[in-house]
């Protein structure tokens, strides 16, 4: 059974940093991408970022290029999300997920992802 938790969600001035963490447990970690996706009220979840199974091959989102980072740690099953320079249209749930299959390196949308966090609320006040 895959388990996808994500952490350290929280609210912060706007300019300010965040990073969120995600643990995937279950299998072998290494051995599959994983991403960030957020969901603000009122609008579809959308693809924040992505790294691949193989690293340190990344993705973003237009509108996060350039500050934000995701990485992942194998040994310790978990990936990361550094939010620089946030601002108030960051306000949304932040959602991790992973593929299904290994050794894929899917692309931005939801549909690729099959096992997803419960989410974690990161909100940037003005």
């Known amino acids: 059974q895959v388990h996808v938790v994500e952490r350290g969600g929280g609210l912060v001035q706007a300019g300010g940093s965040l990073r969120l963490s995600c643990e995937a447990t279950?299998?072998?970690?290494?051995?599959?991408?994983m991403g960030w996706f957020r969901q603000a009220p009122g609008k579809e979840r959308e693809f924040v970022a992505m790294v691949s199974w193989n690293g340190p091959g990344t993705d973003y989102a237009d509108s996060v290029k350039g500050r934000f980072t995701i990485s992942r740690d194998n040994a310790k099953n978990t990936v990361y999300l550094q939010m620089n320079s946030l601002k108030p249209e960051d306000t949304a749930v932040y959602y991790c997920?992973?593929?299904?299959?290994?050794?894929?390196?899917?692309?931005?949308?939801?549909?690729?992802?099959?096992?997803w966090g419960q989410g974690t609320q990161v909100t940037v006040s003005s």
């Open positions: 997920a992973t593929p299904r299959s290994a050794w894929i390196t899917p692309r931005s949308s939801p549909d690729e992802y099959h096992y």
């Open positions: 279950g299998r072998i970690f290494s051995n599959y991408a």
